[in-house]
């Protein structure tokens, strides 16, 4: 078994369990200033506040996971981006210090300080994480040392920029789909409004991005041709052998995304709330798993001299490090789905304010 390849299907899987999951509580927070009075804010916030905190529990998993299976990849993206994760850092922190503190005092302009904060730092979290997995596709200034050669500001570049403002729409869009099955009554019709305005602002972003992407990076379609791909070292072979199967597979993920996408006004026309948030669930992850597999076998690609990428290989730890993880991920990894799904049965329902409530 290639646990190499393992590793790299078990990190993808916490991110994407991380983006659908703290990816509607992201689009809650970007929506919550659009909401009027504080009723209907503190309906929105109580919405996500049973479960937002163990949603960023895959995202720590995801870091460790990292940072465990691909010490390389972990250390050039914490030395390099030192400063755009501190900014990421803060935006979380501040709005789960906004969730905490707002209902503390019932003054009117102590709210609305917070609502400010839970929105910003939300809006600001949501273009980062766009804007990161912009310069994992576009590629970093990595030299043959495995250290980051550029600066902040050549994470802002125009494709990074254009992937968070698509981050955006799409956390905005899954956010209003959530918040359509847990709300009633005025609050759930005003927010079926914004969900089919942020559905089209979100296919615009789809379309422009996708095409945006394919004239900057071509190869990102690499992995769904039928042909032999071309990578070193004899490591590789179980991927080359393979190559049929990871292109079925990717032209499938393509198939099911658009019809995620299309499903979606599909199902709210129909009423049918539960089944409009898993097909915005399965579009978040099937866009997530085309990034992986547009890389794949790359997880940081240098934009210098692709001898300097860091893949699955040469950046990952010892055989039997990676074998022994994986063992302990088959008994963890359940541990932590079954936290979600209870937290997530016991939670479910529509939103009702009481004493307990934020």
């Known amino acids: 078994m290639d646990y190499n390849i393992v590793w790299y299907i078990l990190v993808g899987v916490l991110l994407i369990g991380y983006a659908i999951l703290d990816g509607f509580d992201l689009g809650v927070g970007i929506l919550h200033l659009r909401s009027k009075g504080d009723y209907n804010r503190r309906i929105m916030m109580n919405a996500i506040g049973p479960v937002w905190d163990g949603n960023e529990v895959w995202l720590i998993t995801a870091g460790g996971a990292l940072f465990a299976a691909f010490p390389n990849v972990y250390a050039t993206a914490f030395s390099g981006f030192y400063l755009p994760f501190m900014l990421l850092l803060i935006a979380l922190i501040f709005r789960a210090v906004s969730i905490e503190f707002r209902s ?13 904060g839970f929105s ?38 125009p494709y990074s920029l254009m992937a968070g403002f698509f981050s955006l729409s799409m956390f905005a869009l899954h956010g209003g789909i959530y918040l359509n099955m847990k709300t009633e009554g005025d609050l759930q019709k005003q927010i079926q ?21 394919l004239y900057l990076k071509p190869e990102m379609i690499a992995n769904f041709s039928f042909g032999q791909i071309e990578l070193p070292g004899n490591k590789h072979e179980l991927v080359e052998n393979h190559q049929t199967l990871i292109s079925v597979f990717a032209w499938t993920i393509v198939l099911l995304n658009i019809l995620a996408i299309m499903n979606i006004p599909r199902m709210m026309a129909k009423g049918r709330e539960g089944w409009a948030f898993i097909s915005s669930g399965s579009m978040i992850a099937a866009i997530v798993m085309l990034f992986a597999l547009g890389i794949f076998p790359n997880l940081m690609v240098s934009n210098l001299d692709p001898a300097f990428n860091l893949d699955i290989y040469n950046a990952a730890s010892s055989g039997y490090t990676l074998k022994t993880m994986a063992i302990l991920a088959a008994f963890g990894l359940p541990f932590v789905a079954s936290y979600t799904i209870i937290i997530y049965w016991t939670y479910r329902g529509k939103v009702k304010l009481d004493e307990s409530s934020y």
Do not use: H
């Not at 503390?104 to 302009?109: A, M, T, V």
């Open 193 to 213: 409004g914004w969900i089919k305005v942020n559905y089209w602002i979100f296919v615009l972003f789809y379309l422009v991005f996708s095409g945006f992407t």
């Open 104 to 116: 503390k005092e019932e003054n009117p302009r102590w709210r609305n300080f917070w609502d400010w």
């Open 120 to 157: 910003l730092g939300s809006i600001v979290a949501a273009l980062l994480f766009g804007i990161a997995i912009g310069n994992v596709v576009i590629g970093f200034p990595i030299g043959s040392d495995m250290e980051y050669q550029g600066n902040f500001f050549d994470l802002l570049n």
